[in-house]
């Protein structure tokens, strides 16, 4: 189940959360409570966020701006929601998530219809905007530009949006910094240097008022959303014996998961571990097993992790330098791995799960695209291969796939975004057009029934994203191109945002 926090700003997400606790309090005539069995159970001290201000009190109501609390003499007070402390936010947050789990499912599609896109590739980690009403064509010149802004360093980053903010990584010189914008245009509001090395690739991801990201040389840290001040950091290396496969540096997007931050630091006895996502802390590390098979290399690959149940197991899917493997989210233990898709130079999209299946791929000279089924085996979990296309057949360089009912759209071959749709349980092609509208490498989004293909020559492409025929509806040239035009595109709010290196163009595609 998504999280309020992970999908709206916090003045959209106690909104919702006061509608939940009217509605639950409507229910007291059946027999249930609000808020909890008696008054005396709620009760608890508050603070504010200096430490300064200190009240027992229960939870009363929880609007907009503001909650309102019951004193122990039986009067009521307001205080502000920007005043509490974390602590209170926490407390409230539990409510929040009791009372979503009493709805129906569709309670979280709304939230994530109407959210943010607090980290790689979205809220579900699929490429899909929830996005409607957006432009179904687009001229020749493209989409009007909303504004632009630069300042955000070197580094094919993408974008985490959220409440007022926007998100990414630079390279300014010898150091990075997580750079932070206004959402609706200006310069950036601060940058706060997290560690060294060469351009950044992987996305930020928030959550609260935290800020997590993983820099070119593998330093992984938390930032306050609001300040950008430095809460906690540490290095794959230096902490996790952690390496990368190749040469191009640690390229992952964190994970939030609960009060965890899974991440993949590479190493034999640590190729992923889960921390605490307040302090840092070690939860548990993942190790590989001795045998790895003769495909692809030791260390991580540049992909980020994506969570499956399949075989009814909560499990962290990701796809390392020796391949695709599954680990168990609550031990960390290595639950499965399959090595025929790993390549000897960057195994780079994020596996695509779909109920009880994972689809991954990889790109370059050798790699290919496989269909796992993840089954139960003998008190354990194994994969099986549904079916295998070669890399000549069948690859994704690094633009990454979108499932949709049932088909996947990506862009097909080394250094190519050759578009094709093809039925995942089969693998067969349903259309396959060719070069399609531009050149190299496409970095791909799906928003309102669409593709957005993102070219690395610089071309944006409207695609529909229907299984019976390959449908171009427009197409242009992003007005900025400081060389290969890889970033990953973002559709939020009405709003196509692009990054390329220091730059961040943004056009208005709401019909």
């Known amino acids: 189940m998504m999280m309020l926090n992970r999908q709206f700003s916090p003045k959209q997400q106690f909104s919702i959360l006061g509608a939940l606790v009217v509605a639950t309090c409507l229910m007291i005539s059946m027999g249930m409570s ?22 027992t009190a229960t939870l009363q109501n929880v609007s907009d701006d503001k909650i309102e609390l019951l004193k122990e003499d039986g009067k009521t007070i307001s205080v502000p929601l920007n005043r509490l402390s974390d602590s209170d936010l926490a407390f409230i947050k539990n409510i929040q998530d009791s009372a979503v789990a009493s709805k129906p499912s569709n309670v979280a599609e709304r939230m994530v219809s109407s959210g943010d896109w607090p980290q790689w590739r979205g809220p579900r980690r699929d490429g899909i905007s929830d996005e409607q009403g957006l432009l179904k064509t687009w001229s020749t010149g493209g989409p009007p530009i ?9 580094g094919f980053s993408s974008l985490a949006i959220a409440g007022d903010k926007i998100f990414t990584l630079g390279k300014f010189g010898s150091e990075t910094k997580l750079v932070a914008l206004p959402r609706d245009g200006g310069e950036p509001l601060w940058a706060t240097v997290i560690g060294q090395g060469d351009n950044p690739n992987g996305t930020p991801s928030i959550d609260d008022n935290h800020v997590y990201s993983i820099t070119h040389g593998g330093d992984l840290s938390c930032v306050m959303a609001d300040t950008g001040e430095l809460v906690w950091s540490k290095n794959f290396e230096r902490d996790f014996g952690g390496r990368m496969m190749s040469s191009w540096g640690f390229s992952e997007s964190p994970l939030v998961d609960g009060d965890r931050l899974i991440v993949t630091p590479g190493g034999n006895d640590a190729m992923m571990v889960a921390l605490d996502k307040a302090t840092g802390e070690l939860i548990w590390k993942a190790s590989m097993p001795a045998e790895r098979g003769s495909a692809g290399l030791d260390g991580a690959g540049y992909s980020s992790i994506v969570i499956s149940k399949a075989a009814k197991t909560k499990q962290y899917v990701q796809l390392v330098g020796k391949g695709v493997i599954g680990v168990d989210a609550e031990t960390g233990k290595f639950l499965w791995g399959y090595n025929r898709v790993a390549n000897t130079t960057a195994n780079v999209p994020s596996p695509i799960v779909v109920d009880d299946f994972v689809l991954c791929s990889s790109g370059y000279d050798d790699g290919g695209t496989a269909l796992l089924k993840i089954v139960g085996s003998r008190g354990g979990i194994a994969c099986q291969e549904v079916w295998y296309k070669n890399n000549r057949k069948l690859q994704n360089h690094h633009g990454g796939m979108i499932y949709h009912n049932g088909f996947v759209y990506m862009g097909h071959g080394h250094n190519n975004g050759f578009p094709i749709c093809f039925d995942l349980k089969t693998g ?29 020559d610089g071309t944006m492409a409207l695609i529909e994203a229907e299984p019976g025929k390959y449908a171009l509806t427009g197409k242009f040239r992003i007005a900025i191109n400081n060389g290969q035009s890889w970033s990953h595109p973002v559709v939020n709010q009405g ?15 709401q019909d």
């Open 34 to 55: 609000c808020l909890g069995q008696t008054p005396e159970s709620e009760r608890r001290e508050w603070s504010d966020r200096s430490g300064k201000f200190r009240i």
């Open 495 to 509: 709003r196509l945002y692009l990054r390329d290196q220091d730059e961040l163009i943004v056009y208005d595609v």
């Open 428 to 456: 067969n092609d349903r259309w396959r057009p060719g070069r399609g509208a531009g050149t190299g490498s496409a970095a791909v989004t799906m928003a309102d029934g669409h593709l957005y293909f993102r070219y690395e």
């Open 146 to 154: 909303a504004w632009q802004t630069s300042g955000l360093g070197g």
